[in-house]
């Protein structure tokens, strides 16, 4: 009988370990996830201002008589740094989509309902 309960309380303790290395490594993860949508949020701003600083320049480019600003050095530049600001953005938001699909695999573990009980 003694061998029967410690068999049954090693179990439930691996069950018990299982589930709380699951919960930090989830935790961790939503951690992750906060961070990532600050880097976003901060990611935005600077977009939103690489596109005033590329309107600015149009405007200017046509205030200076140019037939075509886009294809003024000016124009290209900025243009070229509003796409890589969302460029970026769009990388966070693909490691926020792994990070999840890593969440939700590890939420469907196969681990044993009941714990102690048989």
Known sequence: ????????????????WGYTKIFTLN?????L??????LICWQAQQLR???RFLGTQVLKALERGEVNPMLTAE????LKKA????EVKERHYQAIAALR???????SCEFPSKGIEG
């Not at 009988?1 to 179990?11: R, T």
């Open 27 to 31: 935790s961790w993860r939503r951690v």
């Open 83 to 86: 796409r890589d600001l969302a």
């Open 101 to 107: 699909e890593k969440i939700r695999t590890a939420c």
């Open 33 to 38: 996830l906060l961070g990532r949508y600050t």
């Open 75 to 78: 124009v290209k530049d900025a």
């Open 49 to 51: 201002r690489a596109r």
């Open 1 to 16: 009988m003694s061998s029967d309960f410690q068999e049954k309380a090693l179990k439930g303790l691996k069950t018990a």
